[in-house]
């Protein structure tokens, strides 16, 4: 059974930075087996996806990034292979973006989700 724990959110001012962590337990090398990615879901919205890394049987820390438009430029996806750890760089944070980010492993009909860590951008 496959666990994602989400860390490094919190309160943070327009303009600035945040790195998210997701740490995963119950598989030797997650990145091997399941597409990573983080999601948000803000008040009222709808939960969405805003960037993923793939590369089943990973070997290295590379992998296909995919962006929401709304990021691209500010956030970097990526991964420890090694320690099964997923992370989110987000910089230039906007206050639009007050989300609870989850971090998301997927492969066929296996769709695991963290706890979430609330992102509040306000100043």
């Known amino acids: 059974q496959v666990q994602l724990v989400e860390s490094g959110g919190g309160l943070v001012q327009p303009g600035g930075s945040l790195r998210l962590s997701c740490a995963a337990s119950?598989?030797?090398?997650?990145?091997?087996?399941?597409?990573m990615g983080w999601y948000r879901q803000a008040p009222g919205k709808q939960r969405e996806l805003v960037a993923a890394?793939?590369?089943?049987?990973?070997?290295?820390?590379?992998?296909?990034?995919t962006y929401a438009d709304s990021v691209k430029g500010r956030f970097t996806i990526s991964r420890d292979v090694a320690n099964n750890t997923l992370y989110l760089q987000m910089n230039s944070l906007k206050p639009e973006e007050t989300a609870v980010y989850y971090c998301?492993?997927?492969?066929?009909?296996?769709?695991?989700w963290g706890q979430g860590t609330q992102v509040t951008v306000s100043s």
């Open positions: 998301n492993a997927r492969q066929g009909p296996v769709d695991v």
């Open positions: 119950g598989s030797r090398s997650i990145f091997s087996i399941y597409t």
């Open positions: 890394i793939t590369n089943r049987g990973a070997i290295t820390n590379r992998g296909t990034t």
